[in-house]
């Protein structure tokens, strides 16, 4: 436990159970609106323009196509007992 911590725990002893239940309450709700910024969900726009074109040197639909050949092939010869 960190000084600061056990200074402050100290420092909550001496309030009355009212205080300390507003103590909590503030708490709470700091961390409440604190979570909502830690929880915003990213949007795929935010990633728009990160990657540079065409990543890893190749369209990407030269890609989807290019595996899916790739796929079918392989399938291909699985069937085939190769």
Do not use: C, F, N
């Not at 100290?10 to 507003?22: A, C, G, H």
């Not at 409440?32 to 915003?40: G, L, P």
């Not at 726009?45 to 290019?66: F, H, I, T």
Request: glycine fraction near 6%; proline fraction near 6%.
């Amino acid at each position: 436990m960190s000084p600061l911590l056990e200074h402050l725990l100290q420092q909550v002893e001496q309030l009355t159970p009212e205080d300390r239940l507003e103590l909590i309450r503030q708490i709470a709700q700091g961390l409440k609106q604190s979570e909502v910024v830690v929880r915003a969900k990213p949007r795929w726009s935010d990633l728009k323009g990160m990657a540079p074109y065409p990543m890893m040197g190749e369209d990407a639909q030269e890609w989807v196509s290019r595996t899916r050949r790739d796929g079918d092939e392989h399938r291909s010869q699985v069937l085939r007992g190769e």
